[in-house]
Nanobody
Framework: QVQLVESGGGLVQAGGSLRLSCAASRSIFGIGTMGWYRQPPGKQRELVATVDSGGSTNYADSVKGRFTISRDNAKNTVYLQMNSLKPEDTAVYYC???????????????WGQGTQVTVSS
C-alpha cells in the first residue's frame, strides 16, 4: 500500500519559516495534482495550496505571498515553503495527491498522516 510521508513540521516563532515535504513511499505509475490542506484547532480542514502536473498553482487567500508550493516529479514529492508565519497558521498540515499506484491510469486520492505546525506569538 503506497503512503504519503510528510516531514518538516514543528514549532516556530511568528515571522519565521518552515518547509514541509511530502513524498510517496514507493514508486508509482503516475501522479497528478498534489496539494496541502490544514486543520486548525477546533476548525474544519481547509485548502492551503495545490500544484498540478503542469506546475500551475493555486493558493488560499490567507497564504498568498507567504507560502510557496512546488513539486519534484522525479521524486514524487511536493513541498510547501512557509514564510512570515503567523499564529493563525497553527494547524495540522496534510498533504494530498492523486496517484496511480495500483493500476496504470487509475487515479485515486491519497492523504498523508499530517504534521503539526505551531507558530508562537
Amino acid at each position: 500500500q503506497v503512503q504519503l510521508v510528510e516531514s518538516g513540521g514543528g514549532l516556530v516563532q511568528a515571522g519565521g519559516s518552515l518547509r514541509l515535504s511530502c513524498a510517496a513511499s514507493r514508486s508509482i505509475f503516475g501522479i497528478g495534482t498534489m496539494g496541502w490542506y490544514r486543520q486548525p484547532p477546533g476548525k474544519q480542514r481547509e485548502l492551503v495550496a495545490t500544484v498540478d502536473s503542469g506546475g500551475s498553482t493555486n493558493y488560499a487567500d490567507s497564504v498568498k505571498g507567504r507560502f510557496t508550493i512546488s513539486r519534484d516529479n522525479a521524486k514524487n514529492t511536493v513541498y510547501l515553503q512557509m514564510n512570515s508565519l503567523k499564529p493563525e497558521d497553527t494547524a495540522v498540515y496534510y498533504c494530498t495527491a492523486k496517484m496511480s499506484a495500483v493500476l496504470p491510469g487509475r487515479y485515486f486520492d491519497y492523504w498523508g498522516q499530517g504534521t503539526q505546525v505551531t507558530v508562537s506569538s
